[in-house]
């Protein structure tokens, strides 16, 4: 049964960096894509960024562009969501999610994605 784990939520002060995992089980990435999502207090869920599987292309939302990065280890099954410059808006519950696809393209479509984590709390406060 698919499986999707994240982990490295925290509290940070504003300004900060954290690195969030997603460890995809019992497959490999090559042909799954993953999304980070998140749900702020009082929020709808929204799309953080997302990598495919074949060609790693990747997508950000224009609020985390130029501060949060994403990367991959194939040896690991696992998708790294990189925050830097962390600001209190980025408060949430950060979720990763997937989808089988062999395209080289990913989308920031929630209802695209079909299997989903449990969720982790970021919390950026000073």
């Known amino acids: 049964q698919l499986q999707l784990v994240e982990s490295g939520g925290d509290l940070v002060q504003p300004g900060g960096s954290l690195t969030l995992s997603c460890a995809l089980s019992?497959?490999?990435?090559?042909?799954?894509?993953i999304g980070w999502f998140r749900q702020g207090p009082g929020k709808e869920r929204e799309g953080v960024s997302c990598?495919?599987?074949?060609?790693?292309?990747?997508n950000f939302a224009d609020s985390v562009k130029g501060r949060f990065t994403i990367s991959k280890d194939n040896a690991k099954n696992t998708v790294y969501l990189h925050m830097n410059d962390l600001k209190p808006d980025d408060t949430a519950v950060y979720y990763c999610?997937?989808?089988?696809?062999?395209?080289?393209?990913?989308?920031?479509?929630?209802?695209?994605?079909?299997?989903w984590g449990q969720g982790t709390q970021v919390t950026v406060s000073s």
């Open positions: 999610a997937t989808l089988w696809s062999f395209k080289p393209m990913c989308v920031l479509q929630e209802s695209t994605y079909e299997y």
């Open positions: 019992p497959y490999t990435l090559d042909y799954y894509t």
């Open positions: 990598v495919s599987g074949q060609g790693g292309a990747q």
